[in-house]
């Protein structure tokens, strides 16, 4: 069978925990290196990775061309609005026909359900790279860096303030698999989609009180209060006027709590320079654990193929 990564919650307990550990032991082995180098074993060797983008991309488009070049392949990368994607070919033709050319698909796109037909279709591995309903290869970079600096994530408990969106559900997929409790902080408008948060369980706690969230949290977690395609911008600033990550909000956590946010940040909004600019934060280390983790998954998806 294909091994593609459409979702954390789709991933069997022992492989979420292989990915990460194979991320950990990835970057480890190379600590020094330039990052031109291929690891060692080159477990994508001859490889080609094909990938796509509906939606801008800054963390995802680099971390992918350097992961896969890490682990000894090739990149081939499109917009699709260049494709012929983007002039209404079928989702499945354009999977087809990339399965005869490359040896694995990353897609960042608008829907989660064009990623699901696509993955269908396709005979080579499919990597979800973002989608409206969840971002996978986010939080593995997360759960990287939060191991990094706090030990296995068992038994820990993480906060999340703002929108439940995306990463977010992706937070919540993992969270029973992985064993640690996840705080939700959102407006009663803007709260995880309800198919999602029913996946998290008992290991998720919903409330509107982003200091109920944190209170003792070894982890603090936000993201934008306005993704890509959203149109309520006004709306929006004034629902999470109360859910910004200052100083005050963090000296409710634990006392050795980190900050976490996927990037880019609207400094002033859902965080504060002094939040994600203070000895707390942790995000130039999550932005760089996308290349192990995106490495680890890559090395993952071929493994059987």
């Keep these: 069978m294909v091994r593609h990564f459409l979702d954390i919650h789709r991933l069997e307990p022992a492989d979420l925990r ?11 082995a190379r600590k020094g290196w330039p990052q031109g180098r291929a690891d060692t074993d080159a477990p994508a060797r001859d490889r080609v990775l094909a990938m796509i983008f509906e939606k801008n991309s800054t963390r995802t488009r680099f971390s992918f061309d350097a992961a896969i070049r890490q682990l000894g392949g090739a990149a081939i990368i499109a917009n699709a609005g260049d494709m012929q994607l983007g002039r209404g070919e079928p989702v ?4 087809r026909v990339l399965s005869r050319m490359v040896d694995a698909v990353m897609i960042r796109a608008n829907s989660h359900e064009d990623v699901e037909r696509f993955a269908q279709a396709s005979t080579v591995p499919v990597i979800n790279g973002l989608t409206d309903r969840s971002h996978p290869c986010q939080i593995l ?17 993480l906060a999340w303030i703002g929108d439940g969106n995306n990463v977010c559900h992706s937070f919540i997929h993992a969270a029973p698999l992985l064993g ?11 709260h995880p989609d309800l198919r999602d948060l029913a996946r998290g369980g008992h290991a998720v706690t919903l409330t509107s009180d982003p200091r109920d969230a944190v209170r003792g949290a070894e982890v603090v977690i936000t993201d934008t209060w306005v993704s890509m395609g959203d149109s ?5 600033l004034a629902a999470f006027e109360h859910y910004s990550v200052d100083q005050a909000l963090m000296d409710l956590a634990d006392p050795a709590a980190i900050f976490l946010h996927c990037l880019p940040a609207h400094r002033g909004e859902e965080v504060t320079d002094a939040v994600i600019d203070g000895p ?10 996308r290349i192990h983790a995106q490495k680890a998954v890559l090395a993952w998806c071929f493994a059987d193929a």
């Design 280 to 289: 707390r934060s942790v995000v130039w280390d999550e932005a760089e654990n």
């Design 92 to 95: 499945e033709d354009t999977a």
């Design 141 to 157: 970079a997360d759960i990287v860096t939060i191991e990094e600096q706090l030990g296995p994530i068992a038994g820990k408990t």
């Design 18 to 28: 292989s990915i990460l550990d194979d991320a950990h032991a990835r970057k480890a």
């Design 180 to 190: 640690f409790h996840l705080n939700v902080a959102c407006p009663a408008d803007y």
């Design 232 to 236: 309520d911008y006004e709306a929006r």
